[in-house]
């Protein structure tokens, strides 16, 4: 196995990308921002996948190095054809990205990103720290190579500030998800179980502001009875304490997909209020329902656009709601239609989709697999 990457002297260009010579061994380093969830999602989780990718027929090796901590030494980067750096947004880091570019002049330097940064609502509680380092996050995006989103959305809102952007999809680890099969609730439960698995920054902390409208929240407390209602780390503010409601607190994300699991719910809910910030979410929560086998009922804004399960009005999501709630048939029937839009995006394992994470890297630096 080589231990560079060569260009294909006997191969064409296309569209201007240079095809990687087989054998090839493709290293890389990653600088994770967060450990909570993108960056497990988007860096850690296909790192791990391809680290360990085996195919004699594509004749690949990769090296794909994460780390929290930036490296000050060049010769830390010498293997790397590239170098990413995820969500990094402050004065301290794009000096560190500054450094990273004086002492590698003609290293491919990417920023990765799955979130809109620039337009967070003032009741989220990240508004004030994001508000206060945009200047720094766009001479970031600025300063890179290249960049790679979640979503087609949030390439748009990055193009101003760099045009060399690359859209991977988010995708489930299958390792930890287990195979996708719709759940039939039989474990002896009197009332459907209905859950919200959000983190609090969906929800204002003082008010019932947030993803949750007052007609929503209404719903929610005056079926108490009804339905089991389970949420999983962020709640609305006039919900919490409740003594009805099932809460649990946000789980590591290494042992979440087990636990939402372990929870036997019939239904998912994922409700957005239609703003900017959201219209550059990735469909992260469809993904999540359809690994454990439920229907997703969603907000029809832009994550979910079109899928079965979306709703114009928050009238038409609590209807959905109610269908679903009263009838397995119903449930099998619409995760079943989720499952067939969404099953080739699904797992990192699956349709190639490490092999495409790996290649979008590659097209931001004109190259391809």
Known sequence: MSNKIKLSKNKKKIKGLQTVKRPAKIAFTQ??????????????????????????????????????????????????????FQRSSTKEQLEILKHFRKINPKKALIYECDDDLFNIPEWNFASPFYKDNRKYIEEIINLCTGVTVSTEYLKKLFLPYNKNIQVIPNHLPKFLWDEAKFNLNVDGYNKPRICYPGSFNHFDQKSDKGDFDQELIKFVKDTLDEYQWVFVGGIPHSLKDNPKIEYYGWQGVLEFPRFIRRLN????????????????????????????????????VEPYKGLPGACDTTEYFIHTIQLLASNSDARQEMWNKQYEILKDQLYWEENDNVLKYVDSFLRLIRMKL
């Not at 060049?74 to 590239?82: D, E, V």
């Not at 219209?279 to 690994?291: Q, Y």
């Open 31 to 84: 600088h994770i921002g967060d450990f909570s969830g993108c960056g497990n999602i988007r860096v850690v989780y296909p790192s791990l996948l391809l680290n360990t990718y085996y195919n004699p027929e594509e004749r690949l090796q990769f090296e794909s190095i994460y780390t929290n901590r930036y490296n000050p030494d060049p010769r830390a980067y010498k293997h790397c054809l590239f170098v990413v």
């Open 265 to 300: 719910v019939d239904i998912m809910l994922a409700p957005l209020e239609d703003i900017e910030f959201n219209r550059s979410k990735s469909n992260i929560k469809a993904l999540e329902a359809t690994a454990i086998g439920v229907p997703l009922v969603c907000s029809n």
